[in-house]
């Protein structure tokens, strides 16, 4: 097969070489083609899409990518329809956004930039249909069932414990989760030196992913604390002029669907030399991905309500004496004095 192939190509390009016409049209006729992405999230009453066209001409990308009207459309509709046992229950208009966030600077365009929404509160046994319709084109479509309810077993305690080398990391299987991304918020309070009544809280986020092979009742994860604390020694400065405080940890689990996982897979890099990979879409008449995700957080299994974590004893003196935290300026007060880590020694004061 190598061989007849080989051969084909040596043909072809035969014929491009002896032909008469030098002229080579490399764009294909062009077509309306909508561009559909939209993670829809249980946990939410608010719901985005984002929604514009695939674009085709003569110039660079660079520069038609910088034209909004090569990217956004004037005159489209959109509704999600909810279905029940395939019957029709809700519709939802999918509105233009009054005030989207603004975005980072890019190769594309930012003027002009359009998102859509929808509110609802999501039903875990229906699935969605969302509908894009263009004059005189065919309708774009997509539909998605919704990940399933699921709880974090574990932690649990308001009483983190991060100081030993790992920690064990638990939750439910829900229903059509395959991949898992979980997110912790450090959120601490930054001092001035020379002006203890200027202070300012911040927060740093660490993200980590996780796609179990098998998938039993109960889904664990060795959290590597090694690994978190050198993220926030990596991401820290080492700012002379202030000291930092602790003053709580909080934490989100968002398990994606078995599509948006097929999705990611395709995407992912690949190491080998074929670099082309084959479009993944769930959008009729259209590409992107329409799918879902579910938020949960840590909560009391009796009365809901989040748990906002705080260190344990070794975890705050983990915080300012560990090697990647040293110099990072993070104090730690206790009733007798005030220490931190500076140059690899400890240093006190009342």
Same mark, same amino acid.
Not at 279 to 299: A, D, I, K
């Given at each position: 097969?190598?061989?007849?192939? &080989? ?25 309306? *083609? ?11 009453? %608010? ?16 520069? =038609? ?7 956004? /459309? ?8 909810? /279905? ?11 509105? !233009? ?9 890019? *190769? ?13 509160? !999501? ?7 969302? *509908?894009? &319709? ?6 774009? =479509? ?5 990940? @399933? ?31 898992? #991304? ?22 740093? #986020? ?18 590597? #604390?090694?690994? /978190?604390?050198?993220? !926030? ?7 002379? &002029?202030? /000291?930092?405080?602790?003053?709580? =940890? ?8 078995? %599509? =948006? ?8 890099? #690949? ?20 799918? &879902? ?23 705050? *003196? ?8 040293? @110099? ?23």
């Amino acid at each position: 097969m190598a061989r007849k192939h &080989s051969l084909f190509t040596l043909g072809f390009i035969a014929v491009i070489l002896t032909s008469c016409n030098n002229e080579l049209k490399v764009n294909a006729p062009w077509r309306d *083609i909508p561009v559909i992405y939209a993670l829809l999230d249980p946990a939410q009453d %608010t719901h985005f899409v984002r929604i514009h066209k695939a674009f085709l001409g003569d110039k660079p990308v660079t520069e =038609m990518a910088s034209i909004p009207d090569s990217l956004y /459309y004037t005159n489209m509709t959109a509704v999600v329809e909810e /279905y029940v046992d395939k019957q029709l229950t809700r519709t939802f208009p999918v509105l !233009l956004h009054p005030n989207p966030p603004r975005l980072n600077p890019g *190769i594309f365009t930012t003027d002009g930039y359009k998102l859509y929404y929808f509110n609802a509160q !999501l039903n875990n046994n229906a699935t969605y249909k969302i *509908i894009v &319709s263009r004059p005189g084109e065919p309708d774009a =479509m997509a539909t998605t069932t919704l990940v @399933g309810p699921y709880r974090i077993v574990r932690p649990v305690t308001q009483q983190l414990n991060l100081a030993g080398r790992s920690s064990d990391f638990a939750w439910t299987k829900p229903d059509r989760g395959t991949i898992f #991304t979980w997110e912790l918020d450090l959120y601490y309070l930054e001092q001035k030196v020379n002006n203890p009544l200027d202070t300012v809280t911040k927060v740093i #986020t660490y993200v980590f992913n996780h796609e179990p092979t098998n998938f039993p009742a109960q889904l664990n994860y060795t959290f590597s #604390t090694d690994q /978190y604390f050198a993220f !926030l020694g990596a991401n820290l400065d080492s700012d002379p &002029s202030v /000291y930092r405080f602790f003053r709580r =940890m909080r934490m989100r689990l968002v398990a994606g669907h078995e %599509t =948006m996982a097929q999705f990611i897979k395709v995407n992912a890099p #690949t190491g080998g030399i074929v670099q082309e990979r084959p479009l993944f879409t769930n959008v009729e008449n259209g590409v992107g991905l329409f799918s &879902s995700r579910r938020t949960v957080v840590p909560s009391n299994i009796n009365t809901g309500q989040e748990i906002v974590f705080d260190f344990d004893q070794g975890t705050q *003196i983990r915080l300012y004496s560990d090697p990647a935290m040293c @110099g990072k300026r993070f104090v730690r007060v206790t009733a007798v004095d005030s220490c931190i880590c500076q140059d690899g020694n400890i240093v006190c004061w009342r």
